[in-house]
């Protein structure tokens, strides 16, 4: 005979679990996720050199003597640092980028996946072909 | 992670943009930075005349290739850094203030090179 | 060569601990020991309260994932050898709740595989009678990588974003989702494209990479999320340039 106040009450039993908190320097903590950073940061330099392009179309408009002051400033000690970094991210940012193309990109060929060294190689080939024409241009070809 | 209503979402819009500024940037930027930033400048090739520059540009396809080299890759720094600073700063709840500033950069640039393209004498 | 090799094995019990702290062990150093084998004989010979999953000991069940020196890892598949004669350090993965020792609760993830509907999805199904659904090699090669998961989880405590955002759908359901999208026999990519197409699903990925690194199955988590995005980017492009719609 059971009276209502000896009624067992079942209770869920909620074992305390453990969660860490991810700390704001995660990107130190491995290399690997220092080299993601370093690649996106990557394209905070290829945003100076589009504002670096922008101000030499610019400085073209204005004439002889704003070019000149331009092409002054581009030997500046300190320019010339920023511009040397700028171009070895950018060069990473091409080097990453290929890679990652070649992973997101499926061609199929005859049932098969064409290789990833195919699809990157076939980058840098036309990496190679793009840069040389345009250096002809520049170059005053 | 419920399937959210549809309407017309942006981000395949952005992400279709960072890829082609992606392209444009990896393809192309390393080249022009090396002679235009500091090849010329520092006489390591000889540069190319004021001259054979007013030259080049005032040729419409020129100008049409620059807007594309300068514009798009805009649009790849812009996601890049946006997502940049959502995951690795933390700061989520400047979320919105973020994406409009990264995009709005973007867009502000993208116009600034058409303006200056477009008025060249 | 040493005799013995340390461990330093995180430890925890939420009914005495506030967060988990390390213990060492000294264990006998065998060349052919895997790090499971050397939890196995801590828990025989040391201290039976260390808590442990581990299965199948061969790679396949993908129950004995943690995180051995901070890399995700397969303990059953991570040799002793590999680390002599430094002390091993041995955590449960990272970017999941700890329930106690080195063992993480992936009900998030069971939940997340859930939602991606991971299985054929047919207008209509063939009689039994009409036979098998056929698929030639080439069919099967397109999806076949994809079904290689082993549901270790690996990549979930290789991934930032995961740990960043614990919303985000992660690399193995999307891998999944993929390996039914390209299976010849489904029609269901329609279904699944809303709960992919969004800031949750791969729209949150940054392709960072690391959890193609980790798998232990060549799963390749990340490629199938790019290629998914490119998929997704071309099915935005058409419902924008064909708003009233297709089949």
């Known amino acids: 005979m059971k009276s209502e106040s000896l009624q067992a009450r079942y209770t869920l039993n909620h074992p305390r679990w453990y969660r860490k908190r991810v700390s704001t320097y995660w990107w130190l903590q491995r290399w690997e996720y220092l080299r993601f950073v370093l690649r996106e940061v990557s394209s905070v330099f290829i945003a100076f050199f589009v504002v670096t392009m922008l101000a030499q179309i610019y400085a073209l408009s204005r004439g002889?003597?704003?070019?000149?002051?331009?092409?002054?400033w581009l030997r500046n000690p300190f320019v010339v640092a920023l511009n040397l970094i700028s171009f070895l991210f950018v060069v990473f940012h091409s080097v990453t980028w290929f890679g990652l193309a070649a992973r997101a990109v499926v061609v199929r060929v005859g049932g098969k996946r064409v290789p990833e060294i195919l699809i990157s190689g076939g980058h840098y080939a036309g990496w190679l072909v793009v840069s040389a024409i345009l250096a002809w241009f520049l170059l005053g070809g | 992670?419920?399937?959210k209503p549809s309407h017309l979402r942006l981000e395949p819009l952005l992400w279709i943009?960072?890829?082609a500024g992606g392209v444009v940037?990896?393809?192309?930027?390393?080249?022009?930075?090396?002679l235009s930033n500091l090849a010329f400048p520092l006489g390591w090739l000889k540069a190319p005349d004021y001259a054979h520059m007013s030259a080049l540009i005032a040729h419409p396809l020129v100008r049409l290739y620059l807007f594309v080299l300068c514009a798009v890759p805009l649009f790849h720094s812009a996601h890049r850094i946006r997502y940049t600073l959502y995951d690795g700063l933390q700061i989520k709840h400047l979320n919105e203030v973020i994406a409009v500033g990264c995009y709005g950069g973007a867009i502000i640039g993208t116009l600034?090179?058409?303006y200056l393209l477009w008025n060249i004498h | 060569m040493a005799e013995t090799i340390q461990l330093e094995v995180a430890r925890y019990s939420p009914e005495s601990d506030a967060k988990p702290h390390f213990e060492n062990f000294e264990v006998p150093?065998?060349?052919d020991w895997v790090v499971l084998d050397a939890l196995n004989y801590i828990k025989d010979k040391k201290d039976g309260s260390l808590t442990f999953r581990w299965s199948c000991r061969m790679g396949?069940?993908?129950s004995c994932g943690m995180l051995v020196n901070g890399e995700p890892k397969l303990t059953c598949a991570t040799f002793l050898a590999d680390y002599a004669p430094a002390p091993v350090r041995v955590e449960p993965l990272r970017n999941f709740p700890v329930v106690r020792d080195l063992v993480i609760a992936m009900t998030d993830f069971m939940h997340k595989l859930q939602k991606m509907k991971p299985w054929i999805i047919r207008k209509e199904e063939k009689a039994l009678s009409e036979g098998e659904y056929l698929q030639t090699p080439e069919q099967l090669d397109v999806f076949k990588q994809y079904s290689m998961c082993i549901n270790c989880m690996l990549c979930y405590a290789a991934c930032p974003v995961y740990g960043l955002d614990p919303l985000f759908a992660g690399p193995a359901a999307i891998a999944l989702a993929q390996r039914y999208n390209l299976d010849s026999r489904d029609e269901g990519a329609k279904e699944r494209f809303p709960v992919l197409s969004q800031h949750d699903g791969i729209w949150g990925c940054t392709f960072v990479g690391d959890c193609t690194r980790v798998c232990p199955k060549n799963v390749d988590p990340a490629?199938?999320?790019?290629?998914?995005k490119l998929t997704a980017a071309l099915e935005w492009v058409k419902s924008v340039l064909m708003p009233w719609g297709g089949k």
């Open chain 2, 17 to 19: 943009l960072f890829s």
């Open chain 2, 1 to 3: 992670m419920d399937a």
């Open chain 3, 60 to 62: 396949i069940c993908g």
């Open chain 2, 25 to 34: 940037a990896a393809f192309l930027i390393p080249v022009h930075l090396f």
């Open chain 3, 29 to 31: 150093y065998r060349k």
């Open chain 3, 223 to 228: 490629g199938a999320i790019q290629q998914y």
């Open chain 2, 112 to 114: 600034a090179a058409g």
């Open chain 1, 64 to 72: 002889l003597e704003a070019y000149a002051e331009l092409q002054n």
